[in-house]
């Protein structure tokens, strides 16, 4: 069975950094690009970067570049997203989700307010 | 960007009903059209992939069509457990990009 399990979000003051994990399990990791997407209180789903295979190639939403880095450990069978100088609008459910779109873990919750 | 325009943004029906939801595309994204179904406090799950493939263990009541920037998702004969909200996603091209989100409520 595939599970992706985000964890590390919580209350954070605006400025502030986190460090969201999320484990897999029941597919090939190694293989598979992998992605964070966000999702705002009562708002869409707004995809947030990606990271391949070996970990070589990442891409972010211009909204989020230069803040946040996305990293893996295929060891760990483990995709991290580093979350720095956080603002109230990065306030959200982050979503850890495995190749294009296919698996979607259950979320972790971020929330920036002084 | 690829934009995604999304319609219609809320649908009202009954069960037993059946509905369409379309997503229009900026530009051509190909084949890397995805819908998906998501429930109150709950992640996102797919039902669609390349525009027209059915996910695993998702009703045959489901099915996307479509091609170069127009896409439809139609459920024929509404069930109590498909009122939810459903997006479209492009992954052609990064930023992928989602549609708005299309609400189905009970009638």
């Known amino acids: 069975e595939v599970q992706l399990v985000e964890s590390g979000g919580g209350f954070v003051q605006p400025g502030g950094s986190l460090r969201l994990s999320c484990a897999a399990s029941?597919?090939?990791?190694?293989?598979?690009?992998m992605q964070w997407v966000r999702q705002a209180p009562g708002k869409g789903l707004v995809w947030v970067s990606r990271i391949n295979s070996d970990g070589i190639i990442t891409n972010y939403a211009d909204s989020v570049k230069g803040r946040f880095t996305i990293s893996r450990d295929n060891a760990k069978n483990t995709v991290y997203l580093q979350v720095n100088s956080l603002r109230a609008e990065d306030t959200a459910v982050y979503y850890c989700v495995a190749g294009p779109f296919d698996f979607w873990g259950q979320g972790t919750k971020v929330t920036v307010s002084s | 960007d690829i934009q995604m325009t999304q319609s219609p943004s809320s649908l009202s029906a009954s069960v037993g009903d059946g509905v369409t939801i379309t997503c229009r595309a900026s530009?051509?994204?190909?084949?890397?059209l995805g819908w998906y179904q998501q429930k109150p406090g709950r992640a996102p799950e797919r039902l669609i992939y390349a525009v027209s493939s059915l996910q695993s263990g998702v009703p045959s009541r489901f099915s996307g069509s479509g091609s170069g920037t127009e896409f439809t998702l139609t459920i024929n004969s509404l069930q109590p457990e498909d009122f939810a909200t459903y997006y479209c996603l492009q992954h052609n091209n990064y930023p992928y990009t989602f549609g708005q989100g299309t609400k189905l409520e009970i009638k």
């Open positions: 530009q051509g994204i190909g084949s890397d």
């Open positions: 029941g597919f090939a990791f190694s293989s598979y690009w």
